[in-house]
């Protein structure tokens, strides 16, 4: 039982196909111990169910990342229930539609504002907003995508949200090194999940990832649970600012290894 003794709280699970599920699933079945949130009343109801699922009874709280005040009652919420935790699942995005198809050039800056907001400034929030109830060796984990390091159709604005987290990762790290806290993100390969619905043309990402990845498969949400479980564990304790891949290998290909007709 990796996660023994280790309490958290994981943003995110939007359902059972969310990447966030799949990590708690991993890191309850390693015998960690959580506290699940969810958006708005919409999901509180779906939610509960999953809440139950994950053995943490009661513990469901409301946590709109635009809503300061919601992250502040969350620390207050996991100190009553908790005291201290060791992780932190930070599985959020958001960008408006607007912003993931069509041309790049059009983007306005209310769509880019809000992005920015929801997907990366948040996680600086939670960290800071959270940081006194972390314990010594506290590891904290978010969700990146390669789009956010090489141009990928249809993911624009989003693509622009995660180079900066991916950055974010890595300045937070070492900001909090010095405390003893982890930061890192995994880049995860294209999944069928609720916020990938938004993503123009997405079957085809997963067509084309599939095709092209070494493993010639697309990825799961527990293969991800697993690689997180993995960062949030001390299995993981020298690893920092890191940003790992959980994408069947396709970040290192330069070029298709396809056969074509050169008629
Ligand atoms: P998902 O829709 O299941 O999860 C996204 C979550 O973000 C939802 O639970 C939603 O409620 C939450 N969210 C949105 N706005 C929020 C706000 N204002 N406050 C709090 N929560 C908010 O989809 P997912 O694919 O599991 O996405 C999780 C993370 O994984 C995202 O960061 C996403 O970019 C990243 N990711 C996804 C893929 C993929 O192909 N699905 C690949 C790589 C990375």
Known sequence: MIMKGKKGVILGIANKKSIAYGIAKACQEQGAEMAIT?????????????AEDLGCGARLYPCDVSRPE?????????????????????????????GLSGRFVDISKEAFDVAMDISVYSLIEITRELKPILSD???????????????????????VAKAALEMTVKYLAEDLGRDGIRVNAISAGPIKTLAAAGIGDFA?????????????????????GNSGMYLLSDLSSAVTGEIHYVDGGYNIMGMP??????N
Request: net charge negative; no cysteine.
């Open 38 to 50: 969810f958006l708005n009343e919409r999901f509180e109801q779906k939610l509960a169910p999953i």
């Open 70 to 98: 919601e992250i502040t009652a969350l620390r207050e919420s996991l100190e009553k229930d908790f005291g201290q935790i060791d992780f932190v699942v930070h599985s959020i995005a958001f960008a408006p539609k607007e």
């Open 137 to 159: 060796n506290a590891s904290v984990l978010t969700l990146s995508y390669y789009g956010g390091e090489k141009y990928i159709p249809n993911y624009n604005l989003m693509g």
């Open 204 to 224: 085809f990402m997963l067509k084309w990832n599939k095709a092209h990845a070494p493993l010639k498969e697309n990825v799961t949400i527990e293969q991800v």
């Open 257 to 262: 290894a396809v056969e074509f007709d050169e």
